[in-house]
């Protein structure tokens, strides 16, 4: 069934096209004048215009030309009592699928009719299937839910481009997920994709990182150190936290990204970049920029491709499917439905990331299937006994005490400060502030 727009100064013949189409088990609407049949087209879709070619006020043409502006326009029969080879090929270069002259069978238009029909719906099962195809292509990321299959549409659509991305999203919702992806399915997939999260560094340690430095910039620097945007060059650099980026590296980011060229510390020679950035924060970055602590002029530089990604509990029906990847990763155990069903109810606030955990370490304690016990109090509900510490009456020096809290944490994490971090719950940058606090040495590792 196809919804048909007909077109014609003369009602007699609009009628007759009329019976013949809606016997065919179509819709129509028909106009006696070009003016009117634009109107139609302004306030409702068809699949279909037969317009006459020759009318008082506005012409076939005109009618073809306007219907071919709309985002999905219908396809186009001319017809005309005035056939000539010029107007023939100006229509078909205007878009019109067809062309009758009168007088013609009614059969005739029906059969051509339904012959585009056919070729419409050929073209949206295709377009259906590439869809799908390239939702399946996208690597690592799991999940069927509307939320999801939009973020897949979005990935498709900007990997074809080479536009700015900036992911927005709780912690481990899978931005970092989400910017490989795009990388991937881009032309830059042969290249290199670099990370670097902009909260785990200090600024000092993140400049260098990102821009690299000639030898003698600084007391240590011995030789010249390429920085990240020079080896992703023809391939994407990943932005991680970007809300946390201080606002002097910020200023330079931003003449990176309007000139596309950096300069080394300590060094003056211009150096070309062909790489392309995508960010990412869990922050909110309008309200930073409120505050002072990130700059407008680079927020609406990376803000050109915006995606948004959902928190775990607001898409719950992914989470089976989530649920069985991870079995998969962790030993292929199986779960029981009791135990599923606690998964499906939990809030997630750690998001993805939390259930991978949560999944790998009930894959180590259960022998063959994940079963209740196996899954932490929090989960089920239960409430953890409280860790109350015995402070002596003389009482306790807090400092001493997270001095010694930090220097375990660093010979827990084996000199790692990133993972002594984790341990202590807070970010990288943080705890460099503590240790200069506390008067230790800061190296990084």
């Not at 010249?224 to 023809?234: C, D, M, Q, R, S």
């Not at 003056?268 to 309008?286: G, M």
Request: net charge negative.
């Amino acid at each position: 069934m196809a919804h048909i727009l007909v077109v014609d100064n003369e009602e007699r013949m609009c009628k007759i096209i009329q019976a013949a189409l809606e016997m065919a088990n179509n819709t129509c609407k028909i106009s006696f004048s070009g003016k009117s049949a634009l109107e139609h087209l302004e306030n409702e879709s068809f699949d279909l215009v037969i317009t006459d070619l020759k009318m008082n006020d506005v012409d076939g043409m005109q009618v073809l030309k306007k219907a071919k502006e709309y985002k999905n326009p219908p396809e186009v029969i001319l017809i005309t009592a005035f056939a000539s080879q010029q107007t023939a090929i100006d229509a078909m270069r205007l878009g019109a699928y067809d062309y009758l002259i009168k007088p013609f069978e009614m059969d005739e238009l029906v059969l051509r009719v339904d012959k585009i029909m056919q070729h419409r719906q050929l073209e949206k099962d295709y377009h259906k299937l590439k869809q799908e195809t390239d939702i399946q292509q996208i690597p690592n990321i799991i999940g069927k839910s509307k939320k999801m299959r939009e973020v897949y549409n979005l990935i498709v659509k900007v990997s074809e481009k080479d536009a700015t991305v900036l992911i927005t999203g709780e912690s481990g919702t899978g931005k970092e997920l989400v910017a490989e992806a795009i990388h991937l399915k881009s032309e830059r997939a042969k290249n290199q994709f670099v990370t670097i999260n902009c909260a785990a560094l200090p600024e000092n340690l993140l400049e260098s990182e990102l821009f690299g430095f000639e030898k003698g910039a600084f007391t240590g620097a011995t030789q010249k150190k390429i920085g990240l945007f020079e080896v992703a060059n023809n391939g994407t650099i990943f932005l991680d936290e970007i809300g946390d980026m201080p606002l002097g590296i910020q200023a330079k980011l931003l003449r990176v990204l309007q000139n596309k060229e950096i300069v080394r510390i300590g060094g003056i020679e211009k150096i070309e970049i062909n790489a392309r950035v995508i960010t990412a924060t869990n922050k909110n970055l309008e309200k930073q920029i409120e505050e002072n602590n990130f700059r407008s002029d680079l927020f609406y530089r990376i803000n050109i491709f915006p995606i948004e990604l959902s928190p775990l509990r607001e898409r719950k029906e992914d989470i089976p499917e989530l649920i069985q990847h991870f079995l998969g990763k962790f030993g292929n155990k199986g779960i029981t439905n009791s135990a599923k069903k606690i998964l499906m109810e939990y809030n997630w606030p750690g998001n993805v990331r939390e259930l991978v955990n949560i999944i790998e370490r009930s894959s180590i304690i259960a022998d063959v299937t994940i079963d209740n016990e196996h899954l932490p109090k929090n989960i089920k509900g239960e409430k953890e006994e409280n860790n109350i510490y015995d402070i002596p009456d003389e009482g306790i020096n807090l400092e001493d005490v997270e001095k010694n809290l930090i220097l375990s944490a660093i010979k827990k994490a084996d000199g790692n400060k990133s993972n002594a971090a984790d341990l202590l719950g807070i970010t990288r940058r943080k705890l460099y502030s503590m240790m200069e606090r506390f008067g230790l040495e800061v190296k990084s590792k």
